[in-house]
């Protein structure tokens, strides 16, 4: 869990470099949308969280169909509430930038950044509960590739081919 979590940080400290070369309007734009971005993702993260707890549970005690209904259950409460959010957080994706003292162009980005993170966020719910599902259920090696894997293996050579050769 450790080796992971470093080679995931250590990935996105690396797109956070890529995007860099883009040049200061995009990543005032991304740090402006990222506080957005964390605020309204917490609930979802929450209820993963939860969900590896309650599954973990049922499966730990055997009952297998508890842990299956479960877990249907709360990925459907994560979706709902996670779509209940990305439309208010839509509604009011041109508030968070208007309130910081920077260039139009970066209040333009980080708008449309917001929108684009709250359009996916039920997605992103629905992704962090089957995380969370694999996870419980001991496939360590499983959530290492989707971690650590993805991360280098797709994420970091598309950031660093975009930022340089487009």
């Given at each position: 869990?450790?080796?992971?979590?470093?080679?995931?940080?250590?990935?996105?400290?690396?797109?956070?470099?890529?995007?860099?070369?883009?040049?200061?309007?995009?990543?005032?734009?991304?740090?402006?949308?990222?506080?957005?971005?964390?605020?309204?993702?917490?609930?979802?993260l929450a209820i993963g969280v939860s969900l590896a707890i309650l599954v973990g549970n049922a499966l730990g005690a055997g009952d297998a169909e508890l842990a299956i209904d479960t877990d249907r259950k709360v990925m459907f409460i994560s979706f709902a509430i996670s779509a209940a959010i990305g439309i208010l957080v839509l509604c009011f994706a041109g508030f968070v930038p208007s309130l910081y003292n920077t260039e139009e162009s970066v209040k333009a980005m980080a708008t449309t950044f917001i929108r684009i993170t709250a359009a996916m966020m039920p997605m992103q719910a629905l992704i962090n509960a089957c995380y969370h599902t694999v996870k419980c259920?001991?496939?360590?090696?499983?959530?290492?590739l989707y971690d650590a894997g993805y991360t280098w293996i797709i994420c970091v050579p598309l950031a660093y081919c975009l930022a340089h050769f487009t």
């Amino acid at each position: 869990a450790f080796i992971n979590e470093m080679l995931w940080s250590f990935g996105q400290t690396m797109l956070n470099q890529s995007m860099s070369l883009r040049g200061v309007e995009i990543v005032s734009a991304i740090n402006i949308s990222n506080t957005v971005n964390v605020l309204s993702k917490s609930c979802f993260l929450a209820i993963g969280v939860s969900l590896a707890i309650l599954v973990g549970n049922a499966l730990g005690a055997g009952d297998a169909e508890l842990a299956i209904d479960t877990d249907r259950k709360v990925m459907f409460i994560s979706f709902a509430i996670s779509a209940a959010i990305g439309i208010l957080v839509l509604c009011f994706a041109g508030f968070v930038p208007s309130l910081y003292n920077t260039e139009e162009s970066v209040k333009a980005m980080a708008t449309t950044f917001i929108r684009i993170t709250a359009a996916m966020m039920p997605m992103q719910a629905l992704i962090n509960a089957c995380y969370h599902t694999v996870k419980c259920g001991g496939r360590a090696i499983i959530t290492f590739l989707y971690d650590a894997g993805y991360t280098w293996i797709i994420c970091v050579p598309l950031a660093y081919c975009l930022a340089h050769f487009t």
